[in-house]
């Protein structure tokens, strides 16, 4: 009975969730799965589950505040790109682990209908837990909404 009323209660809430929520992959440093909801029209969450691919294979967790500023830019002025900012926080497990602020600044580019969306990130962070320090993620990444 508790499984068909979970269901229930998931179904009938995909509406409110519709193109809200979008999963996906990000490539570069780290590489791995990504998720993002958006609050409204300017403002977002996002968060990513990711491993390192150097040296050294680290997984780490993050998760950011975005604001969204809609068509700051063309290319080939046709296709609108986003840009976007915010700051959260990042946790990496290693040897160590590593706890940090993270403040990504990236583009965005929305397909037609609001579907998917495409986007290159660069993330400075300050650690401050565990080996203390810069880093800098690089991604590219793309993430399908349902």
Do not use: C
Not at 13 to 24: D, E, Q, T
Not at 32 to 56: E, P, Q, R, V
């Amino acid at each position: 009975m508790k499984s068909i009323i979970t269901v229930l209660l998931v179904t009938l809430s995909l509406p409110v969730w519709a193109n809200k929520v979008g999963v996906g992959i990000s490539l570069g440093n780290p590489t791995g799965l990504n998720g993002k909801y958006w609050k409204d029209s300017t403002h977002a969450i996002d968060g990513g589950f990711a491993m390192s691919l150097g040296h050294s294979t680290n997984v780490s967790v993050h998760s950011d505040y975005l604001f969204h500023r809609p068509e700051s830019f063309y290319l080939n002025d046709i296709y609108a790109l986003d840009l976007y900012y915010g700051v959260g926080g990042r946790m990496e497990f290693s040897d160590s682990p590593e706890v940090g602020v993270r403040v990504p600044v990236g583009l965005l580019y929305n397909t037609e209908n609001r579907q998917s969306d495409i986007f290159a990130e660069v993330a400075p962070i300050v650690d401050f837990i565990g080996r203390t320090g810069l880093e800098l993620h690089l991604l590219f990444g793309a993430r399908y909404y349902f």
